[in-house]
């Protein structure tokens, strides 16, 4: 579907500049690597300590409980929200990065993991959930080592569309989304453009925001 760059304009908000001169208002107290970066020059992307506090601000605001995350990776991002949720899922991949994460998690009884292509795994996670949740899409194939492990290659390289057709098209309409990396999304060919991510969601979930901020893309809710 084309749209026309109006209409895209009005429904896409964008404030990726005006947005990392904001990323430390989520801080009542800067950490070293916040003050760090922002005397760098606020270099794309921000440090893991602000996404982080992104997702946890829009927990707070919108009263989410359950977090599920795409790419576990190493674990860090659900290292971080372990404490801030009731539950929380995880979906990986790669064969190894899934075993790390399970000796990481094995005694944390509210984290699930999943080890699957998130494209699918959603499909199936979605109709368990009982409330509205917090999705961080950070599943990607990074294309080399990283820290000593090689993120495994699915379907597609990147699967956002096809993990946004399934929360979009889900019965609850109060989950929040946050796509990671919106640096990369028209830059890596891997990557649907910003534009591209716009139409579709316009198409599936006309009534929903979508907001530029700290190199991510927030689908909200009206």
């Not at 009005?10 to 009542?28: E, H, K, P, T, Y």
């Not at 009731?86 to 399970?102: P, S």
């Not at 990396?181 to 139409?199: C, F, I, K, M, Q």
Request: contains cysteine.
């Amino acid at each position: 579907m084309n749209k026309p760059l109006g209409e895209l304009s009005q429904f896409l908000v964008r404030i990726v500049d005006a947005a990392l001169a904001r990323c430390g208002m989520f801080f009542s107290r800067e950490p070293q690597a916040l003050r760090d970066w922002k005397r760098r020059g606020s270099p794309l992307p921000p440090p893991p300590a602000v996404k982080q506090q992104v997702l946890l601000s829009l927990a707070k605001r919108h009263s989410l409980r359950l977090f599920v995350e795409t790419g576990t990776s190493f674990g860090d991002m659900v290292r971080a929200m372990t404490h801030h949720f009731d539950r929380i899922w995880t979906i990986e991949l790669g064969d190894r990065l899934y075993a790390e994460a399970q000796e990481k998690f094995r005694d944390v009884t509210h984290v699930h993991l999943i080890h699957g292509d998130s494209g699918r795994a959603l499909g199936h996670l979605l109709p368990q959930l009982d409330a509205p949740a917090l999705f961080w899409l950070d599943a990607h194939y990074s294309g080399g080592p990283l820290r000593g492990a090689t993120s495994a290659r699915g379907e597609k390289d990147t699967p956002i569309l096809e993990e946004l057709d399934h929360i979009l098209g889900a019965a609850e309409t109060r989950h929040v989304v946050v796509i990671d990396d919106a640096r990369l999304l028209g830059t890596d060919p891997s990557y649907p453009t910003l534009d591209a991510v716009a139409e579709f969601v316009l198409s599936r979930s006309p009534q929903r925001r979508m907001i530029v901020d700290c190199d991510c893309i927030q689908i909200l809710p009206s």
